[in-house]
C-alpha cells in the first residue's frame, strides 16, 4: 500500500466498511428497516465524494490521478452494484439511483 495515494487507499477502507455493513448489519438491521443498507451506502457513498471533491477540482493526468480515479470508480460501482443486487426484489434499488450524487470524474 506504500506509495499509492492517500484517496486511492481511503476508497479500498470504505469498500471494506460497505462490505462488512452489508454482511454483518445490514441482515440484521433489514428486519425493521429494508432500506437500511442503502441508507448506509448512500452515506458511504457521500463521504468519500465530500473527501474526491477537492481532488477532482484540481486533477491532471498523472500516476496519483489514474489510481484515485480508478478507486473511486470501483467504490462508486461496488455500492451500486452492491445495494441495488441486494435490495432490487423490494424495489429499493431505485431510491438509492435517485439520492446518489455521482461522482464527477472528469480529467482535463
Not at 73 to 97: C, M, P, R, T, W
Amino acid at each position: 500500500m506504500e506509495g499509492k495515494h492517500p484517496l486511492a487507499l481511503l476508497a479500498t477502507e470504505v469498500r471494506v466498511v460497505a462490505e462488512r455493513e452489508m454482511s454483518v448489519f445490514t441482515p440484521v438491521l433489514f428486519q425493521w428497516c429494508p432500506d437500511a443498507g442503502v441508507v448506509a451506502s448512500v452515506h458511504l457513498h457521500q463521504y468519500y465524494g465530500k473527501k474526491l471533491k477537492p481532488f477532482l477540482e484540481n486533477v491532471s493526468l498523472s500516476n496519483d490521478a489514474i489510481s484515485v480515479l480508478s478507486a473511486a470508480h470501483n467504490l462508486e460501482h461496488y455500492l451500486i452494484q452492491a445495494f441495488n443486487s441486494k435490495d432490487g426484489e423490494n424495489d429499493v434499488g431505485s431510491f438509492f439511483i435517485n439520492e446518489i450524487d455521482f461522482y464527477q470524474m472528469i480529467v482535463s
